[in-house]
């Protein structure tokens, strides 16, 4: 398996909390820059949130202070935990990694307001 496999996505009220979780192949997290990627209906694909293999991290404006990227080395897994979540989170949310040419199908998230 080369593409990552994106979970946890799911309705929720604004306000609301979800943790999104991303399989990757064995030793990806460990040796490449991580990205977590959105996509709602009639716009671009987004960068959301960013990790690299030392554990810095950055944050589109829209999110910050909100969001957190995260990694599991061990589990193989990337994780973006949301909160406080308002209805312009709405889309499918997707992982991948530099240089971006393995993508999953993605997780949707929906929030209600």
């Known amino acids: 398996q080369v593409q990552p496999v994106e979970s946890g996505g799911g309705l929720v009220q604004a306000g609301g909390s979800l943790k999104l979780s991303c399989a990757a192949p064995?030793?990806?997290?460990?040796?490449?820059?991580m990205v977590w990627f959105r996509q709602a209906p009639g716009k671009q694909r987004e960068r959301v949130a960013t990790i690299s293999t030392g554990g810095s991290t950055n944050y589109v404006d829209s999110v910050k202070g909100r969001f957190t990227i995260s990694r599991d080395n061990a589990k193989n897994t990337l994780y973006l935990q949301m909160t406080a979540l308002k209805p312009e989170d709405t889309a499918v949310y997707y992982c991948?990694?530099?240089?971006?040419?393995?993508w999953g199908q993605g997780t949707q998230v929906t929030v209600s307001s």
């Open positions: 991948s990694w530099y240089p971006f040419r393995f």
């Open positions: 064995p030793s990806v997290l460990n040796n490449n820059f």
